[in-house]
């Protein structure tokens, strides 16, 4: 199995900075590449701040100093890589086709032996790599935001990526806490987006049709299915329920259900609007003045309590399990 010692990641952003977390925590040298020396200046001020929040919950036995020297700062001025002495690049640039395509083609000039992964929320490994040469070490990380705190990560691979590429790249989310879900067949979206993209679907259709609020649908989501979910997979959820009454729920609510094509009409009228959520100061809910870095904050707190707690079962069922 590959031994990972140096990995890149080339993007400071809020995806950058959350990725680079766990390895950095489990003692691996890490080289933040950027264009923007502003942003690799917020990447290692939040970095920081989260190593720090780790160490409050007690997700981490190391220091900051310590974990902040596994990590260099790159600002890439002219374009140039270093493309010697890396075992794997990540990539966590805007989802914007030509430009992972650009950085993909100037990557290709690596040694064989260094895996190159996208961070890519929606789009195939094959769509990126497009007639690259050296598509069986190209490999999909679909990580979850924040991403410093959400245990899984989607493997997704292209029809050309090796068995030894997806082995080594399985060990090492392992080997950092992470949790990595393979995707067998190369599917836009991957799995969580599907599920999520079904669920919003039906919530636009709720919130359209005056169904619910939407300070209601949180409440009821978090008390009920989400509420389950942190704890019980669905396929597990339905085994509890019983599958005989799942079905019949189901043929009952199917043929009920919105086949949509286009978002919520409130949801486009807020984003012409302007209002983006949390980034704009308003969305479903207000965030004028400081309330966005309060509610950002806010979450991330109720997030790194629910990590210690499912960190804490995890450990529980792997005893059980021996």
Same mark, same amino acid.
């Given at each position: 199995m590959k031994k990972f010692e140096h990995i890149a990641i080339i993007g400071a952003g809020t995806m950058g900075v959350g990725i680079a977390q766990a390895f950095v925590l489990a003692n691996i040298t890490v080289s933040i590449i950027d264009v923007s020396e502003d942003a690799l200046s917020r990447?290692? &001020? !939040?970095?920081?701040?989260n190593i720090t929040s780790f160490i409050h919950h007690d997700l981490t036995p190391m220091s900051v100093d310590n974990a902040m020297s596994n990590v260099n700062f790159i600002h890439n001025i002219n374009g140039e890589l270093p493309l010697t002495g890396i075992d794997m690049y990540i990539e966590s640039l805007p989802e914007i086709l030509e430009l992972k395509q650009r950085l993909f083609k100037q990557l290709s000039d690596t040694p064989d032996s260094v895996i190159l992964a996208t961070n890519t929320s929606s789009m195939t490994v094959s769509t990126i790599a497009g007639d690259l040469p050296n598509q069986h070490r190209i490999i999909g990380l679909h990580y979850f935001n924040p991403a410093h705190i959400i245990p899984a990560v989607e493997v997704h691979t292209g029809p050309q990526t090796s068995q030894d590429t997806i082995d080594s790249t399985i060990a090492l *989310?392992?080997?950092?806490?992470? !949790? =990595?879900?393979?995707?067998?067949?190369? #599917? =836009?979206?991957? #799995? #969580?987006?599907?599920? &999520?993209?079904? *669920?919003?679907r039906e919530i636009d259709f709720l919130l359209d049709e005056g169904v619910v609020s939407p300070e209601d649908l949180d409440i009821a989501v978090k008390a009920s299915y989400g509420f389950r979910l942190a704890t019980l997979g669905p396929m597990e959820a339905e085994d509890m329920i019983g599958l005989d009454t799942a079905a019949r729920a189901s043929a009952n609510i199917f043929p009920t259900l919105s086949n949509a094509h286009l978002p919520s009409k409130q949801l486009l009228q807020k984003v012409s609007d302007g209002e983006l959520g949390i980034k704009s100061g308003q969305g479903w809910y207000d965030y004028q003045g400081d309330n966005g870095e309060k509610a950002i904050a806010s979450n991330n707190e109720k997030l790194l309590r629910q990590l210690a707690l499912f960190m804490n079962q995890q450990a529980s069922d792997t005893k059980e399990s021996l």
């Open positions: 990447c290692k &001020t !939040q970095l920081e701040k *989310m392992k080997s950092v806490g992470k !949790q =990595p879900v393979l995707v067998k067949k190369e #599917i =836009p979206g991957f #799995i #969580i987006n599907r599920l &999520t993209g079904a *669920m919003e």
